[in-house]
């Protein structure tokens, strides 16, 4: 793999598949199968399972779990210690059927959270620290809590969006801090748990 | 040890016993003196301490950490990024007093669970991803949240019991998906939290 | 750096300095231009960014992240998995601005806990196992939950203060356990969340 960093502490399975400029750090281990795009990085400890697929500009911090059933699209970031799962009834034997699970493009997962299986984070959203999501959080969603509730919306840049006037189908919001607007869909902005 | 697979990349001490067909894998660390059965699963950056005592068929996820005074039965799931404690009152300097945690046979522990030190999780009880649980399960008792609260209870499979009929002594209930049925103590069944 | 155990699959950049006596144990990453004081740990998979400074007998459990822009003074004990933050909008792109992060001495932290960047945790404070704390927490405050709560004092042995009597300007309060008495100013035993 021409331009790919991996330490060598690291461990990279043969077949997986890794773009140019992408980084695994230290004791990372990268399952056969795999796709990451370019210019991401996987943090000390990031584990990536096979068939998983991931793209372009993702950071994932320290100590990320990404399992097979997972695909996170370009400019994720996912914090350190994240865990994702693929499994709703997991035992120890038996029958075991993978939940597939979406991460839409930049979107935010805050450290430590936990990712249950079947939901779509939307784009641009943000999850707090130590969340676990249990549900669909529609794009630039601010989610926290256990289990995480939809408490806002939030701009590309991260900040909140102010609500600037409400029309028949959508509101339009604001960003606090670089005066973006965006229009949220009504049926989005009527799942806001206060 | 025979029969026993320890990745290159592991460390496993003098001492630890590990049965026949149990796989230790990346980075994990295994302590002297513990005990790990058959045919069981420690994954990526996981870690098992001194004297802990752990079943055949367990299956340890990604970055577990098991810690002296832990006892786990039989086909246990541990999830990945799952952690257990054994301090009540932790402090960098002083006394320290170890606190007994045990996982009964053929319960589940969801990803990033933290175990709170003093409790025993019973036999196929399911305990949700991110949880933090603070008091006992009982058996095929399903919790979550933080604190982690008793909402319900599960088959073998994993899938929920729908309450069937009411007893003296216990509730008959049966699996949503596999139709067994189980008689749940009365005392157990009272424990419900809404 | 004389006087340091570096387990041999640690890796410790140059130009970390690190005291005598400290341990850095198993697939550890100290990175280049922090200070950790003499006496202290770091468990199993530990990381310790750039720049940050730990103090004397600190005890870090495994798998345990600190960021840049974390302080942590002596005697604190940092739980296993616990994981700091440094950036209040992540996104995988854009610009980036460090949030410190104070934790005063003899404070300890509880497994799997994640730590806000912005908040002080004070003096001989207690931190919940799984807790997200996302504000201040006044010296030997006890908190926990997602979001943590100040739920009580405890004292240098980590045990519960009970109430004595209330002056004008402070509580007086009493351990449970070794009989210390200590002096809770008013304002902080106002903040308690019932």
């Known amino acids: 793999m021409k331009g790919v960093f991996v330490h060598h502490t690291a461990t990279v399975e043969k077949h997986a598949n890794i773009g140019k400029g992408t980084k695994i750090w230290h004791y990372a281990h990268v399952r056969e199968f795999c796709d990451i795009g370019k210019n991401s990085v996987l943090g000390h400890c990031g584990f990536v399972d096979t068939w998983v697929k991931i793209g ?33 009834y997991p ?4 029958e075991w059927k993978i939940i597939k699970t979406l991460v839409r493009k930049g979107a935010s997962i805050g450290a430590n959270s936990t990712i249950i299986c079947g939901v779509t984070i939307g784009s641009h959203a943000m999850v707090g620290g130590g969340s676990v999501v249990t549900k669909d959080i529609p794009d630039h969603g601010m989610v926290y809590g256990n289990p995480a509730k939809l408490k806002g919306f939030v701009c590309l840049c991260g900040d909140y969006l102010e609500h600037v006037k409400r029309g028949r189908t959508a509101v339009e919001m604001r960003c606090h801090r670089c005066r973006k607007t965006f229009k949220i869909g009504i049926q989005d902005y009527k799942k806001l748990e206060r």
Chains 1, 2, 3 share one sequence.
């Not at 035992?91 to 038996?94: A, I, L, M, P, V």
């Open 91 to 94: 035992r120890s034997g038996g």
């Open 56 to 88: 372009d500009n993702v950071k994932m911090g320290n100590k990320v779990s990404v399992f097979r059933g997972v695909t996170i699209e370009d400019d994720v970031l996912v914090g350190p210690h994240v865990t994702f799962t693929n499994d709703l």
